[in-house]
């Protein structure tokens, strides 16, 4: 009837080819792999310079914690405000113009009751709201920016 040789029976399968192995990479990706190592070097390196960079905020916090009264904070306050800014603008200050200052580096408003215990409570010894100040200077510290003046000193004299 039929020839054997081209019968349906003889055919087989078709046996695929092995899958491409994903090893060794392509050059291409060894690229890629390079530029995401060294993108998270950058970051890592940033975070740890911030991080170094805001020692004295985490300090100050950890002294504010265990301020006892609102000259204690003042004083938290102030040597906190020496590291961002010249000593001798800082210095000079006192009274209402270094309340004010102080309010002017941060974005949220001083309370009355905080500028009035920082200008006059910190002399009377008299016992003021500790704890609203002390939330003041918190957030003062956390929150606090540096002024432009001192980058713009800091990039002349390099």
Same mark, same amino acid.
Not at 72 to 94: D, G, H, Q
Not at 108 to 117: A, F, Y
Not at 132 to 152: C, G
């Given at each position: 009837?039929? &020839?054997? =040789?081209?019968?349906? %029976?003889?055919?087989?399968?078709?046996?695929?080819?092995?899958? !491409?192995?994903?090893?060794? #990479? $392509?050059? @291409?990706?060894?690229?890629?792999?390079?530029?995401? #190592?060294?993108?998270?070097?950058?970051?890592?390196?940033?975070?740890?310079?911030?991080?170094?960079?805001?020692?004295?905020?985490?300090? $100050? #916090?950890?002294?504010?914690?265990?301020?006892?009264?609102?000259?204690?904070?003042?004083? !938290?306050?102030?040597?906190?405000?020496?590291?961002?800014?010249?000593?001798?603008?800082?210095? $000079?200050?006192? @009274?209402? +113009?270094?309340?004010?200052?102080? +309010? =002017?580096?941060?974005? &949220?408003?001083?309370?009355?009751?905080?500028?009035?215990?920082?200008?006059?409570? !910190?002399?009377?010894?008299? %016992?003021? &709201?500790?704890?609203?100040? =002390?939330?003041?200077? &918190?957030?003062? !510290?956390?929150?606090?920016? =540096? %002024?432009?003046?001192? #980058?713009?000193?800091?990039?002349?004299?390099?």
């Amino acid at each position: 009837m039929s &020839d054997p =040789s081209t019968s349906l %029976e003889r055919l087989h399968d078709l046996v695929p080819p092995p899958g !491409i192995s994903w090893w060794p #990479l $392509a050059p @291409g990706w060894y690229f890629v792999a390079v530029c995401i #190592l060294f993108f998270i070097g950058v970051t890592a390196f940033r975070g740890w310079k911030r991080w170094k960079a805001n020692a004295y905020r985490r300090a $100050a #916090l950890r002294e504010l914690e265990s301020a006892s009264d609102i000259t204690a904070v003042a004083e !938290i306050l102030r040597r906190t405000a020496l590291m961002t800014a010249p000593r001798a603008s800082i210095a $000079a200050k006192s @009274g209402n +113009a270094w309340v004010d200052w102080l +309010a =002017s580096v941060i974005p &949220d408003p001083m309370p009355d009751e905080v500028r009035h215990q920082l200008t006059c409570g !910190i002399y009377d010894r008299s %016992e003021g &709201d500790l704890m609203l100040v =002390s939330q003041y200077a &918190d957030r003062w !510290i956390r929150n606090h920016q =540096s %002024e432009p003046n001192l #980058l713009n000193s800091i990039n002349t004299s390099s």
